[in-house]
Structure formats: structure tokens, C-alpha cells
């Protein structure tokens, strides 16, 4: 899976955070299994 | 009524005849009438300042050539027509003005148009039309309970284009927080990609505007404004619009055609209904509808099809400009991706 630029991607196991600032192929893994992209910060409605 | 007929003499009589004429009803949020054969008589030059800084929306009726119409707020040909958006005008006078006033003082670019919009939108939650909506329907109908974890976006590759689908056919893809913060997150990850994008909606529709049964649960009117911007699918199509098609068909509502009208191409199906129901709500246009429908179709359009609330079908939507394209719904997917490899 390619890295997205501007995505940041966490560890599932401990609390480590990438930020991709130049995207490329690769996959990013952190203790031992792939590293999730983050979602976005839930925000509430606006209307 | 909130509604004003002006006599075309005094019309012709200038500025001061004018403001003695609406002297008793200042101060109201009111649509002011003006007959085209009182502008044919008047100084124009004396005329205009008045029109661009009145504040009380100006509807023309009549024949008039094209610069006498675009210096007035909204323009029809006839009085029938004129009637109509005046009823529609008196279901919520205060949005119906705030909308006619912010097109008019429209700043330029695309982002201070969504601030100005995003700011009016929030004065007007904190308003007595939105407040008198809200306290109608808390009897009538209840919040939505749906609690479907389906996903509310897909994205594929398609043909070689990127297709974005909103996946939420049941309720004719309306756009609920869920996802406002899927499309959302789709988009912006497509803003560091390159080519051709297609917006379509599975289903019978293509996006019928938000979700009404989350309406009114915004926590503050000043801290939704903020919301509004920090997710705002307006700034994030306009990221995208030159490399983008939407195609529409059925509900074609609020942020439904707002959006879209970002967009380099919009192809409708035939069966498309396209309409601005803000003002039944006592709001404007809240996700872009502001600044990307004058700039295809201009203030007037804009403000015709909010204040009359009924939809317009494909065709007239075309002749407006509001889309491109009418064609058979059989033929929409095929004719979206042959406008994206136009692109």
C-alpha cells in the first residue's frame, strides 16, 4: 500500500505517530504489524 | 407581507423619492419591487448607488436590457413569476434578505465567499425563522435514529477516472456528520493525486443536502461556524473542480447542487430535481451554494431558486446553467466519463 502525503499513520500497540511528508511506496510497521492510517478527529454537526 | 411595490414614477423620481417611499416599513427585512418600465425613465447613475448599498432585496419585473437587471438583486419577466418568489420571500424574510444582501457584497474568491456564507448561515442559527422550524418539527418529526455502520463513501478507479460514490441510498445520500467526515477525508486525500474525478450517488438519487434529522444539533451558531470551515466539503471540491465531473439525477437539494456546481462539468439525468430548500429552515445555502451558483449561473439564479423553494427540473437547470448536460439516466455513468477524458 502507498503512503499517503499528509496521512499520519499509528501504531495499534504503542502510542507512535507517522506523518508522510513525502508519499512513495513501502508499507510502515511498528511493533510488528502494519501501522493504520489515523482518522480524522470526530467533530460535531454544523447544522 | 414583507413586500414592497414600488410606483415606476417614483422609481424615475430617483434615490431621495425612493426612501420617502419606504420611510414607514425601514428597518424590516423587506423585498422591494420594481417595475422595468420605472427603470427605463430613471438616472441610472443615481440609481445604482442606491441599488448596491439598499438594504431591503430589489426584485425587477419586466423587460429590461441586461445591465439595468444585473444592477438589481433578482429579475423575472412577469408578474405571476414575480408573485411566486414574493410568497416565498415572506416564509422567512430574514434569511431570504441575508441571502440577497451576502450575494450582493460577494467578496472575491472562493474562500472569503465560504467565511461570508459560513458566517451568515451561523447568525441565522441563532435566529427566530430557524428557531421556529426547529420548534415545529420537534413535535412532528424526531431526530433520526437510523444507526447503520455501512460506509457512507466509496472510492474506485473506474475506466481510468476516479469515481467517489456516496453510498447512503436509502436516505437519497443525504449528508449526515458521518458522512460530511468520510467525503471529506476521500477528498482530501484526492487533492495530492492527479486526474480526472467523478462525484455520482448510488441509488435513486445523487444527494439530496444534509441530513434533516441532524439538523439543529450543532453545539453553538460562532462554534459551528468554525466546524463549518475546519470541514468544509465546499473547500475541498474546489480544491479538485478543474479535474472534476459530478454527475446528478433525482434529489438535487441543498449541499446536493451546491456542490456540485463547483464542479468544471455537471451532467444531470433527466429525472433530476435541482432546488435550494435553505430558506423553509430559515437558513441560506450553507455548504458553498452561495459562491458556486452565482458563478455559474449569477446572484439572480441563486436567489430565484431559494426564495421560490420549489425545484427546477433538468432542462431549465441547463438553460440557467446550472448543469451542462441533460441526459437519459441510462446514459449518465457512460456520458461522466467521457466528460472527465475531455478534461
Known sequence: MANLLGKRYVCAECEATVLVTKAGEGALACHGQAMEPATAKPLPSSD | ?343
Not at chain 2, 414592497?4 to 424590516?28: N, Q
Not at chain 2, 415572506?90 to 440577497?100: I, S
Not at chain 2, 458521518?178 to 487533492?191: I, K, N, P, Q, V
Open chain 2, 1 to 343: 407581507m414583507p413586500v414592497v411595490d414600488l410606483d415606476p414614477g417614483l422609481v424615475a423620481a430617483g434615490p431621495a423619492a425612493v426612501d420617502a417611499a419606504l420611510a414607514d416599513r425601514i428597518g424590516e427585512p423587506l423585498l422591494v419591487r420594481i417595475p422595468a418600465d420605472g427603470l427605463a425613465g430613471a438616472d441610472e447613475g443615481r440609481l445604482r448607488p442606491w441599488l448596491r448599498t439598499a438594504p431591503v432585496a430589489t426584485l425587477g419585473v419586466g423587460e429590461a436590457p441586461r445591465a439595468a437587471r444585473d444592477a438589481l438583486d433578482c429579475w423575472v419577466g412577469d408578474a405571476a413569476t414575480a408573485d411566486r418568489l414574493a410568497d416565498g420571500f415572506d416564509r422567512a424574510p430574514l434569511a431570504a434578505l441575508t441571502a440577497a444582501l451576502l450575494v450582493r457584497a460577494a467578496p472575491t474568491g472562493v474562500w472569503p465567499g465560504l467565511v461570508a456564507e459560513s458566517t451568515a448561515y451561523s447568525m441565522l442559527q441563532g435566529g427566530p425563522e430557524f428557531a421556529a422550524w426547529r420548534a415545529a418539527r420537534s413535535t412532528t418529526a424526531p431526530a433520526s435514529t437510523e444507526a447503520d455502520n455501512a460506509p457512507r463513501v466509496r472510492v474506485h478507479a473506474e475506466h481510468g477516472h476516479t469515481v467517489v460514490t456516496l453510498t447512503r441510498p436509502a436516505r437519497h445520500n443525504a449528508i449526515d456528520v458521518r458522512m460530511r467526515d468520510e467525503l471529506d477525508a476521500a477528498l482530501g486525500a484526492l487533492a495530492e493525486t492527479r486526474g480526472p474525478v467523478i462525484l455520482r450517488g448510488e441509488g435513486p438519487s445523487w444527494c439530496s443536502g444534509g441530513d434533516l434529522g441532524e439538523f439543529a444539533t450543532f453545539p453553538d451558531p460562532v462554534g459551528a461556524h468554525v466546524v463549518r470551515l475546519t470541514r468544509s466539503l465546499a473547500g475541498r471540491v474546489h480544491a479538485i473542480e478543474r479535474r472534476l465531473v459530478v454527475a446528478v439525477h433525482g434529489a438535487c437539494l441543498g449541499a446536493g447542487i451546491e456542490l456540485a456546481a463547483f464542479a468544471a462539468r455537471v451532467v444531470a439525468a433527466d429525472d433530476a430535481r435541482i432546488g435550494l430548500p435553505e430558506l423553509g429552515l430559515g437558513l441560506v445555502p450553507g455548504a458553498g451554494g452561495t459562491v458556486s451558483i452565482p458563478r455559474r449561473a449569477g446572484r439572480a439564479a441563486l436567489l430565484r431558486l431559494l426564495w421560490a423553494g420549489d425545484p427546477i427540473d433538468a432542462h431549465r437547470a441547463r438553460r440557467w446553467g446550472l448543469v451542462d448536460e441533460v441526459v437519459p439516466p441510462s446514459r449518465l455513468v457512460e456520458r461522466s466519463h467521457e466528460l472527465a477524458a475531455e478534461l
